[in-house]
């Protein structure tokens, strides 16, 4: 049995005459008559009773009917689907965030991609570059914003935008009536910083900016969420340092200050697979990109 079959049944079943549904069709009606033979044959089984002058369903072309007309319109779907999927109009993106980024881009990321491709799932999760480049490599994730340099030659690197630390104390501390904190007057200060583990890069470079201003950080606590950094400062247990961009978080009792232009600054990027093929991620990814370069410009 051949799918063009089923067609040519229903076009018959439905017009009850050769001659019509052969015009439908743009079939010659011999060319029509020998197609419903040869799927009555294949079946087994007369699915229509026909004279030179009338065509009618026998019981079984009636029941037939029914199921060739839900097969060709499941196929119809299906292929509706697939070209969707092919456009990049439906399927699913898996993406990897940062902390920064839950509160500042992804939040225009996804509104701005979920209005124009209402079909695609977005499946969020946050950690670490290390992490991402991890579930990047495992075929975890699909899409991840990371933090630059990334050394892994699986991956393509887009990179975005550089993210600025500001250091958040409480209210009560004495730098607070400052403007702006140096390097230098971090000295002695008791610190609240972010795991080595989750950030090497960052952490070497900020050792490397005190060593330069002539100490050694007093790291007292290690907090890889910005809300627990930010809570161990309001009680008075150290300054943190959060990315600017998470300055909108309400914190009672603590202030943001800026840091000298010296202080280290991450390097954003998305990352994706080199060999990605999905049309819907790479339309993701023309998202991102057109979102930050209009942010960028503005």
Not at 154 to 172: K, M, N, V
Not at 210 to 220: D, L, M, S, T
Not at 242 to 251: H, K, W
Request: aromatic share 8%; net charge neutral.
């Amino acid at each position: 049995m051949e799918f063009r079959q089923l067609k040519y049944f229903v076009a018959v079943a439905e017009e009850l005459h050769f001659g019509r549904a052969s015009e439908t069709l743009h079939l010659s009606q011999p060319a029509l008559s020998k197609q419903i033979q040869a799927l009555e044959n294949s079946l087994e089984i007369q699915l229509l009773e026909r004279t030179k002058h009338w065509v009618k369903l026998t019981p079984a072309g009636q029941k037939f009917l029914e199921t060739a007309r839900r097969v060709l319109r499941e196929v119809e779907e299906g292929i509706q689907v697939t070209r969707q999927v092919a456009d990049g109009q439906s399927g699913r993106v898996r993406i990897g965030l940062t902390e920064a980024t839950l509160f500042s881009l992804a939040p225009k990321i996804f509104s701005t991609y979920r209005e124009r491709y209402p079909q695609v799932d977005l499946i969020l999760s946050s950690g670490g570059t290390e992490a991402h480049v991890e579930q990047l490599r495992t075929h975890q994730i699909d899409v991840g914003l990371v933090y630059l340099p990334i050394r892994e030659p699986s991956l393509a690197i887009y990179p975005l935008y550089e993210e600025t630390y500001i250091a958040a104390l409480s209210a009560s501390h004495p730098l607070a009536r400052q403007k702006q904190l140096s390097i230098a007057s971090l000295a002695d200060q008791p610190l609240v910083g972010y795991p080595r583990s989750l950030a090497p890069v960052l952490y070497a470079d900020f050792i490397k900016c005190c060593e330069r201003a002539g100490f050694v950080p007093n790291i007292v606590q290690e907090a890889a969420l910005a809300q627990t950094r930010l809570g161990l400062a309001a009680a008075g247990v150290g300054i943190a340092f959060v990315l600017a961009d998470l300055q909108n978080l309400s914190a009672k009792g603590v202030v943001y200050r800026p840091l000298s232009d010296d202080f280290p600054k991450l390097k954003l990027a998305v990352a994706w697979r080199q060999n990605e093929s999905s049309p819907v991620v790479q339309e993701f990814i023309k998202v991102i990109r057109a979102i930050v370069l209009s942010q960028l410009s503005a």
